[in-house]
């Protein structure tokens, strides 16, 4: 039942200024669903029609009244599912509540599967995502600027519902699950299109956050009615939905796991031999792919669900958020595209985070943008158009900045050739030349290939140049960080270069291929043999296709750079054998290959650990190092809970286990490495499949690990824990700031996640919300500082605090620091000692509070001395200008501190 608490009527103003506005989803053929809310009356009427004068039929729904912890008003949710429509039929509407009415709007019912909603042919849908901030026009002026486009695109007297079939959000439609933000953020923000089209939602990380978290999602949406093909995910956390000749499938990129893979399955099967889906859309909130924040991705979505989709001729793109920008890349080597959808949430520019520019992406925009997607059923032509409204810095005015298609029984392009004539040894630098691309096709030129291969068959590639013919990616010169530069411009991707001493000398192979705008790959041209000499690079390497085999499953080694003797080969032993003493479980030669693939098919039956070996001539001079591996069941850990208290007994469940001697699970705090670092805690096991308990774990981060035969070698994957509600330990570098001054935070076990952020907040705000004064990532660094500069720091006087919060939440993980801000009259920076070189602070101090040291030059040693003359801390070896150490508790009193630098500095420190 769509209910989270029932509450006694009471009349207050109704939202919105007590103007009504009705927000449309779960549109089909024959129904759709209006929503709308109101703070009084529980009467839910829809007076509908065919004509927009004649309203002819009265409806009533039901209403459920929500409450949420600091929500002071009264919640009424208003729905009406309207049924027994006429597919492809537009209605008008309006709805009523007591004696407020709304004004008259449309919405259109789903055709029918397979059919077109114009006349024309065509169906047609909006994409969004990210809307999220509250308090600044962002997502609304979005919603504005879309409104108009269609309206230009379109036709100025027509309705949007005429020509637009649903709009998808692909997550974060709030910062946090609460009532508040799905009034404010989610509904308000989506009025001047909600009446019109209906809006299908995805499941963001946000949603999941907040006093309700997804309680509040599953009450506003009724995603639990929805199926394909009667195939249910029997949620609302993921589902497909057809309209027209495209099915959409909403995966929860928060919820995955085996029962989301095999629902999905089960769709793709059915849509595989359903006449009436032509193409497949997949969408999830993370993205397939990001190049800021790298990793910041959903590698479920990646490694299994986009793979899944690509083995569907009817698949055309996967659409993710989470990333506030526009992103377009494709899938090397299917045609299928993948998209970000361009939030409109906290900002997000170049030389906020960790960049790479990758292959699959072919541009990244620091733009908000909104796309439209039209299917052409009767030419099967799909056109995507995505457009701007620019960002803080730079305004834009719906402008196009991206379109792509997809249109299918087109032409490939004309096999393609390498222009070079080899007549003898080349000495590099070497520029291979492509032919003109050709096409019967109106599609450009959009992307090479070009491989290089020692081995004939290209079973291993030396070198490899993949290029769209754009590459939007970075900072544009001196400008905005909004301003993305193109690093393909001015380049003619028919042409790749091998450097001076890139690869080794010897035989080559090269071939390349080219794919149009449509996606569409030439054949693979002839392959040419060219010979390199002169080269004075050695690097031969060998590899395993994996670390961790099943019994009797194949095991593929590869090897690049060997010297080519006919009796160079690969062999397989045990852990700690001697291949020159005893006989291998398995070898191959290479015939004379410098570089290749090649698998021992039946793998090994006997669990254990091995290494692979690469040797030279027939005999047991290694060429490359040895590669580690293991053969056995795949092992599980699990853990009890995601959080464990101070004190209490933290369960590790194992199964699976190959059970050798000596096998053990290791407890190590978030980011050590187990080897150089000690575990924390450590257990034998002793049966393949069981339980440990770990007490005695102080307040951090952790993961536990299954390690092989009292070994550091690992296998199955690491499990994470948390011990203590608040683990990360924060400071500042001082308590006082003056006006635009820089604030250094630093901090201790930080869970290591890359969208983990500091937030500074006036201190009158205890409960953090999106009313900081600013928010700073950090690269999930799980210890070390950053500085908070520019609009970071706050702009007036006053009393804030710094607070850590975990994966882009508002979870706080640390303690609060408290600072103040003073103007520029106000106050003192530091407390400084008499000595010029050297600087102690705060001074005087509090028991348990950090004390900073910081000197003009290198500190060698420090020392912390009672008045009695007790040495009670020392640090040697410290080697840098800054340090701080915490008091621990001393007693009240007068200190000495010992800073030995370029000479030594004896300093005063009171804790009072």
């Not at 796309?371 to 810095?393: A, N, R």
């Amino acid at each position: 039942m769509k209910q989270l608490l029932l509450f006694l009527l009471v009349s207050v103003q109704m939202t919105f200024g007590q103007a009504l506005y009705p927000y449309l989803q779960n549109p089909t053929p024959n129904s759709m669903i209006v929503n709308w809310k109101t703070a009084s009356n529980n009467e839910t009427t829809v007076i509908y029609g065919t004509s927009a004068t004649n309203l002819n039929v009265t409806f009533t729904g039901t209403t459920n009244i929500f409450s949420d912890t600091g929500y002071n008003n009264n919640y009424y949710y208003h729905t009406a599912k309207i049924s027994n429509l006429q597919p492809n039929t537009k209605y008008y509407y309006k709805i009523k509540t007591g004696t407020d009415e709304s004004a008259v709007y449309s919405f259109k019912t789903l055709p029918l599967p397979g059919q077109a909603a114009t006349a024309d042919g065509k169906i047609r849908f909006l994409i969004m995502g990210d809307n999220q901030i509250k308090a600044e026009p962002r997502y609304d002026s979005l919603n504005l600027n879309a409104y108009k486009k269609i309206k230009q695109k379109y036709g100025l007297i027509a309705d949007p519902s005429d020509n637009i079939a649903l709009t998808f959000m692909v997550g974060d439609q709030v910062d946090v699950g609460t009532l508040d933000h799905y009034e404010n953020v989610h509904f308000k923000k989506n009025i001047t299109l909600s009446p019109y089209l209906p809006i299908q939602t995805t499941v963001g990380n946000h949603e999941t956050y907040g006093t309700l978290g997804m309680n509040s999602y599953y009450a506003h949406f009724y995603i639990n009615e929805i199926s394909y093909k009667n195939i249910s995910s029997g949620n609302e956390n993921y589902y497909a939905q057809q309209a027209g000749n495209v099915l959409f499938v909403s995966l929860s990129s928060e919820h995955t796991g085996a029962a989301q893979m095999t629902w999905l399955q089960q769709v793709l099967n059915a849509a595989n031999t359903d006449n009436t889906v032509d193409w497949v859309i997949s969408l999830s909130h993370r993205p397939y792919q990001a190049e800021q924040y790298v990793g910041d991705i959903s590698t479920w979505v990646r490694n299994n669900a986009v793979p899944l989709l690509t083995t569907s001729e009817k698949y055309l793109m996967h659409v993710g958020a989470h990333h506030h920008l526009y992103h377009r890349g494709q899938l090397k080597n299917t045609p299928n595209y993948q998209i970000i959808s361009g939030g409109t949430a906290w900002d997000q520019y170049w030389g906020m985070s960790n960049e790479q520019d990758f292959d699959d992406v072919q541009k990244t925009l620091t733009d908000w943008t909104y796309q439209i997607i039209e299917v052409d059923i009767p030419t099967g032509k799909v056109d995507i158009e995505s457009y701007s409204i620019g960002g803080v810095h730079h305004r834009k005015y719906n402008e196009l900045v991206d379109t792509f298609h997809r249109y299918k029984n087109q032409p490939k392009p004309a096999k393609p050739s390498i222009t070079n004539t080899f007549t003898g040894a080349i000495t590099l630098p070497l520029t291979l030349n492509g032919s003109t691309f050709s096409t019967t096709s109106s599609d450009l030129l959009n992307t090479t290939q070009f491989l290089i291969s020692k081995a004939a068959d290209f079973s291993v590639i030396e070198k490899e140049f993949y290029r769209d013919f754009e590459n939007w990616f970075g900072k544009e010169g001196n400008g905005t960080p909004d301003f993305t530069k193109n690093q393909n411009a001015g380049i003619d991707i028919t042409k790749a270069t091998i450097a001076a001493n890139s690869i080794t000398n010897g035989i080559y192979y090269v071939k390349v291929r080219y794919r149009d705008r449509n996606l569409e790959w030439s054949e693979w041209s002839d392959i040419k043999q060219f010979q390199v000499t002169g080269s004075v690079v050695s690097n031969p390497s060998f590899n395993l296709n994996k670390t961790e085999y099943l019994q009797n499953e194949a095991i593929t080694a590869t090897f690049t750079d060997g010297p080519g003797n006919n009796q160079d080969w690969i062999g397989i032993y045990k852990k700690g054998q001697n291949p020159a003493t005893v006989t291998s479980q398995s070898f191959v030669y290479t015939n004379g290959q410098t570089s290749g693939t090649t698998t021992f098919a039946s793998g090994l039956a006997t669990k254990g650990q091995y290494f692979a070996g690469f040797f030279a001539n027939n005999g047991y001079t290694d060429i490359a190092p040895r590669k580690s591996f293991y053969v056995g069941p795949q092992v599980v850990l699990q853990t009890t809970a995601d959080t464990y208290p101070v004190g209490g007994t933290v369960t590790v469940n194992f199964s699976n286990g190959p059970n050798l001697l000596k096998d053990w699970i290791g407890i190590y705090k978030m980011g050590q490495v187990p080897g150089p670092t000690p575990s924390i805690k450590w257990s034998y096991v002793t049966t393949a499949a069981g339980t440990l308990n770990f007490t005695g774990l102080p307040k951090g981060y952790y993961y536990a690990q299954y390690f092989l035969e009292d070994g550091y070698f690992t296998v199955g994957e690491k499990v994470f824990f948390k011990v203590g509600d608040i683990v990360t330990e924060l400071w500042t570098n001082k308590p006082v700031y003056t006006l635009g001054e820089n604030i250094t935070a630093s901090w201790t076990d930080s869970p290591g996640i890359i969208k983990d952020w500091l937030g500074i907040y006036p201190q009158n705000i205890s409960i953090p919300d999106d009313n900081f004064v600013s928010y700073t990532y950090f690269d999930g660094i799980t210890q070390g500082t950053k500085t908070i500069q520019g609009t970071a720091v706050p702009a007036t006087p006053g009393n804030y605090y710094m607070v850590m919060f975990t994966n882009d939440s508002y979870t706080e993980v640390s303690n609060r620091v408290q600072f103040q801000v003073s103007g520029p009259t106000l106050g003192t920076e530091e407390v400084k000692s008499t000595e010029k070189n050297v600087v102690l602070y705060p001074n005087p101090t509090k028991p348990g509070e950090p004390t900073f040291i910081k000197s003009d030059y290198p500190i060698k040693k420090i020392e912390l001395i009672s008045a009695n003359g007790d040495l009670l801390y020392q640090s040697k070896n410290i080697n840098n200008q800054r340090f701080s150490m915490v008091n621990e508790n001393l007693p009240k009193g007068v200190y000495f501190v010992k800073v030995y630098t370029r000479k030594l500095f004896t300093l005063k420190l009171i804790i009072q």
